[in-house]
């Protein structure tokens, strides 16, 4: 069954430290996101990708990098992590049509202390 | 700008009702998508349903409908027959030809409660 999955699913780190959380999708899909979640609200993008070796900037990518490898696997790097970004990240793919909905991840949670 | 508001934070609902979500959208394109998704518990995200712009027929999918108000850039979802496992958080999301990036703008979402 075509899946996104994510690792780590919970990760605690220390402020300064750096993160990299993973993404795998089966799904032959060409678009890759990562999303943040703060409590209570909705999703917002970070960094995309529509073909591997390439990322796009989302609606609030600073302090983050993302890395897109291969069609499959997706990253999202904390190279100085800050108190500011303890939430829950999504990754999440797509086709490339316009009208084609996001298969999102299982979601990790990070907390920076 | 794009922007997606859910104004309603919270619903509850008594088992095999009918409830409406409320979901306005605003946009300078004449052809874009919306879309409903859930968040269970788990915090597991699903896709539910979509409505295409330029369709004037409101989408269905199971107990899942949608009130397409276009002149009110309106776009409520509808959950007939409601059942315990139908709580959960509804995000409402917008992709229009203005995001030439692919990407969805959320709402806020509404939390959805069903009682028995």
Known sequence: ?113 | AQKVTQTQTSISVVEKTTVTMDCVYETRDSSYFLFWYKQTASGEIVFLIRQDSYKKENATVGHYSLNFQKPKSSIGLIITATQIEDSAVYFCAMRDRSSGSWQLIFGSGTQLTVMP
């Open chain 1, 1 to 113: 069954e075509a899946a996104v999955t994510q690792s780590p699913r919970s990760k605690v780190a220390v402020t300064g430290g750096k993160v990299t959380l993973s993404c795998h999708q089966t799904n032959n899909h060409d678009y890759m996101y990562w999303y943040r979640q703060d409590t209570g609200h909705g999703l917002r993008l970070i960094h995309y990708s529509y073909v591997a070796d390439s990322t796009e900037k989302g609606d609030i990518p600073d302090g983050y990098k993302a890395s897109r490898p291969s069609q499959e696997n997706f990253s999202l790097i904390l190279e100085l992590a800050s108190l500011s970004q303890t939430a829950v990240y999504f990754c999440a793919s797509s086709e490339r049509d316009r009208y084609a909905e996001q298969f999102f991840g299982p979601g990790t949670r990070l907390t920076v202390l």
